[in-house]
């Protein structure tokens, strides 16, 4: 949706929580001029950094916690904590997307549609898009039960 439908990928783009950094190298991949991927943890911004050597894509990488960055970019793209574990994790990381960028995109569970858009009206920015999709989540922390995990999300894109 962000690099075909909407040419939203071109400029400068941030991925906020990029975990392995497949948002950011997919942005990269398509494209954007300058693509900054951030997290809080180490081992996460190491693996990002193997993995966009590995793609072969230029991107810089940034240790820190949403603060970290600051400034004016084209769009923002995240997988943000669903704010299950930590309530409204998520909505700290769209905060600070729309001090960011005019447009974000941002995955979310799929129950929490209704209170994601209050929250996307009620910041000023407009719900543009939505792409419902099922995602298979790896056990990767402590608190997950299963070795896989389909979780129903939607992808958002949300514009100024």
Same mark, same amino acid.
């Given at each position: 949706?962000?690099?075909?439908?909407?040419?939203?990928?071109?400029?400068? &783009?941030?991925?906020?929580?990029? /975990?392995?950094?497949?948002?950011?190298?997919?942005?990269?991949?398509?494209?954007?001029?300058?693509?900054?991927?951030?997290? &809080?943890?180490?081992?996460? &911004?190491?693996?990002?950094?193997?993995?966009?050597?590995?793609?072969?894509?230029?991107?810089? $990488?940034?240790?820190?916690?949403?603060?970290?960055?600051?400034?004016?970019?084209s769009t923002?793209?995240?997988?943000?904590?669903? /704010?299950?574990?930590?309530?409204?994790?998520?909505?700290?990381?769209?905060?600070?997307?729309?001090?960011?960028?005019?447009?974000?995109?941002?995955?979310?569970?799929?129950?929490?549609?209704?209170?994601?858009?209050?929250?996307v009206n009620?910041?000023?920015?407009?719900?543009?898009?939505?792409?419902?999709?099922?995602?298979?989540?790896?056990?990767?922390?402590?608190?997950?039960?299963?070795? $896989?995990?389909?979780?129903?999300?939607?992808?958002?894109?949300? &514009?100024?």
């Open positions: 949706m962000a690099g075909f439908e909407h040419s939203d990928l071109e400029g400068s &783009i941030v991925d906020l929580g990029t /975990g392995t950094g497949r948002l950011a190298i997919g942005a990269a991949l398509m494209g954007a001029r300058e693509v900054l991927g951030l997290d &809080i943890d180490k081992r996460s &911004i190491r693996l990002a950094i193997r993995n966009g050597r590995r793609a072969r894509v230029k991107a810089d $990488w940034v240790i820190g916690n949403l603060d970290s960055v600051r400034g004016n970019f923002i793209i995240m997988n943000p904590p669903y /704010g299950t574990r930590s309530p409204h994790q998520d909505t700290q990381f769209l905060s600070h997307a729309f001090d960011l960028a005019p447009i974000s995109y941002s995955i979310h569970k799929t129950s929490t549609q209704r209170y994601l858009v209050q929250f009620k910041k000023g920015r407009r719900v543009d898009q939505v792409r419902r999709m099922t995602m298979q989540i790896p056990h990767l922390f402590g608190f997950h039960r299963k070795k $896989w995990e389909a979780i129903h999300v939607d992808l958002y894109r949300i &514009i100024a």
